[in-house]
């Protein structure tokens, strides 16, 4: 496995407010919020980015986008609406090279590109 904040929180070396966790991620409340709901989904597979998910391996990126769905629809929101979003590579501001799935919610959101 890796050696990133993420990995470090997947083994439990650092803390983080898990709010969901099965055999193939971890979610977590992000420490740097952008919306009133920001949790992170993360697998436990290790990819730095996507770039480097082989397509044999897609299922990783559908179950980080299920959990996301199921979470937004248990924590009452997903009918108001949420955004998920992956970044990939510093230009589109990945900061931690562990794939990752943000989920943002609970206020309006803007358009692509404003804040």
């Known amino acids: 496995m890796g050696d990133t904040i993420f990995h470090k929180i997947i083994h439990r070396e650092i803390p983080a407010d898990i709010v969901y966790e099965d055999a193939h991620m971890v979610a977590f409340r992000d420490i740097a919020p952008q919306a009133p709901v920001h ?3 993360v697998p436990k597979q290790t990819f730095a980015t996507l770039n480097d998910v082989p397509e044999d391996s897609a299922l990783v990126i559908g179950r980080l986008a299920t959990a996301a769905a199921r979470y937004a629809k248990a924590q009452g929101f997903a009918d ?3 955004r998920i979003v992956m970044n990939c590579n510093g230009d589109a501001g990945q900061t931690v090279f562990q794939i990752h799935l943000h989920l ?3 206020a309006p959101l803007g358009r692509f590109g404003t804040p």
């Open 104 to 106: 943002l919610a609970g």
């Open 39 to 41: 949790v992170l989904f």
């Open 80 to 82: 108001d609406g949420y």
